[in-house]
């Protein structure tokens, strides 16, 4: 099977650096996705890792470790905009390949 | 460009009365297809999952099935709405199990009373 664990709420200032940290147990791995979703609104994609490393898109960036199954979203300059929940997802080889999200991180950015 | 479709917005059912919830896809050919439900403030759970016409794969026991009657159809049903129920439910597709993105309809709101 697999669990995902992440914060579930975390707050920051407008301007701000966050980052919202994602541990996962998994048997088999293709990688790590994050997506976003706004109160009452379908979750959309962010990024994908499945590689050791940074990927960077803009005020976000994703980082994936193989070895230690640990994974964060970091957001800079943060807007109000940005005030969401965020979530993990985890893709397995024994699972068929589904997508399994994690329980999600509520961020709140104050001004 | 894909696009997917997902009615009705919002339902509000008694207890006891049966349910189908609609998805559908457009632009793509042999999808992925995924229900998901969220609780109030909580994560999503995997209802099921289809890789193609008929192959479904029911991912918790529960009151629910659904249906891949077309390729690019997705259908939730259930024969008795238990008030647990209730909860925001979610279609989505992605175009391979090794894809790096999955796309989500605008969810049903399911208020069973």
């Known amino acids: 099977g697999q669990s995902l664990e992440q914060p579930s709420e975390v707050t920051a200032v407008e301007g701000a650096i966050v980052q919202i940290n994602c541990t996962y147990q998994?048997?088999?791995?293709?990688?790590l996705s994050w997506y976003q979703q706004h109160d009452g609104g379908a979750p959309t994609f962010l990024s994908y890792?499945?590689?050791?490393g940074l990927e960077e898109t803009g005020r976000f960036s994703s980082f994936l470790s193989r070895s230690d199954s640990y994974g964060y979203l970091l957001l800079q300059e943060l807007q109000m905009k940005d005030s969401a929940s965020y979530f993990c997802?985890?893709?397995?080889?024994?699972?068929?390949?589904?997508?399994?999200f994690g329980q999600g991180t509520e961020l709140s950015v104050k001004p | 460009s894909q696009t997917i479709h997902q009615w009705p917005a919002t339902l509000v059912q008694p207890v006891g009365s049966p349910l189908s919830l609609e998805c559908t896809v457009e632009?793509?050919?042999?999808?992925?297809l995924y229900w998901y439900r969220q609780a109030a403030g909580r994560g999503l759970q995997l209802l099921f999952y289809?890789?193609?016409?008929?192959?479904i794969s029911s991912e918790v026991p529960q009151n629910l099935s659904a249906s891949r009657p077309q390729d690019r159809q997705f259908i939730l049903s259930s024969k008795k709405l238990l008030l647990s129920d209730s909860g925001f439910y979610l279609c989505?597709?992605?175009?391979?199990?090794?894809?790096?993105?999955?796309?989500f309809g605008q969810g049903t709101r399911l208020t069973v009373v």
């Open positions: 989505a597709w992605e175009t391979g199990s090794t894809g790096t993105e999955a796309f």
């Open positions: 998994t048997s088999g791995f293709y990688g």
């Open positions: 890792n499945a590689l050791d």
């Open positions: 997802a985890v893709r397995e080889y024994n699972q068929g390949g589904k997508l399994i």
């Open positions: 632009g793509t050919s042999n999808p992925n």
């Open positions: 289809s890789v193609g016409i008929g192959q």
